[in-house]
């Protein structure tokens, strides 16, 4: 028991150091100077850069993933967070090998990734809900992308043409598992025990009073409790 305890505090660790080090290279400044492209649009007092160093990428994908920013990312703000930032810039970086990574407001996407997944535009609607979450810490790592992907779940424009779904509950399964699994549990806690709980949860992150009594509080059981409840009867 105790090196399944230490293994797993091993591998959430790692997943944490990454996740950091995605965000710091998120944030890394980039010379314009070697950019292939760099446009600006403004609606609405909000102002996007989308900056390229990729001479093959697609010019209709560049404009799917604008329109997508300017419908998602107001939506975004209104719900969670009003005072989030006015400019925010999307890289397409031919050096950066993940999918994509947000830190502060400057998103950097892999172009092979959205070459080989034109469809998975709401990459997009993922990585915005990080500039607008703009926490003082990320962790715990399970709240941070269970919510924004339970926000592309919500919000998202175009899952269904990317055959991008939430799994379907497992015994096998964690919150903890983050991303999809987690947005899953959450949208169960909406629907079935609290409405408004997410939307309570990210506030919580983003003024730093998060802890493991914030279940406690908002439902009156545990995180622990509520995902056995969960596993019970995962329908949504």
């Known amino acids: 028991m105790l090196k ?23 944030r890394r400044e980039f010379d314009l100077k070697n950019m292939y492209s760099v446009d600006s649009t403004v609606r609405d007092g909000i102002k996007l850069v989308f900056v390229s160093n990729d001479s093959t990428f697609d010019s209709k994908e560049k ?7 300017y419908k998602v990312y107001p939506e975004q703000c209104k719900i969670y967070n009003p005072k989030s930032r006015e400019k925010v810039t999307i890289f397409i970086d031919t050096a950066y090998e993940g999918v994509a990574a947000t830190g502060g ?20 609607t993922h990585e915005t809900m990080h500039v607008v979450q703009e926490y003082p810490r990320y962790e715990p790592i399970w709240v941070t992308e269970g919510i924004a992907d339970y926000v ?21 399964q964690s919150y903890t598992n983050s991303y999809r699994i987690t947005a899953r549990f959450f949208i169960w806690l909406e629907n079935k025990v609290k409405k408004g709980i997410v939307k309570n949860l990210d506030n919580a992150m983003r003024t730093n009073t998060y802890t493991d009594g914030f279940w406690k509080n908002e439902t009156g059981k545990t995180v622990d409790e509520l995902w056995a409840q969960y596993g019970q009867n995962p329908s949504l």
């Open 105 to 124: 407001g400057l998103m950097r996407v892999n172009p092979k990734w959205m070459k080989k997944n034109p469809e998975d535009i709401d990459v997009v």
């Open 63 to 69: 404009e799917r993933m604008i329109e997508t920013f």
């Open 152 to 172: 592309r779940a919500t919000l998202g424009v175009n899952n269904v043409a990317a055959k991008w779904t939430l799994p379907e509950y497992k015994s096998s």
């Open 4 to 26: 399944k305890i230490i293994l797993g505090a091993v591998v959430l660790t790692v997943a944490t150091n990454v996740l950091d080090a995605q965000r710091r290279r998120g």
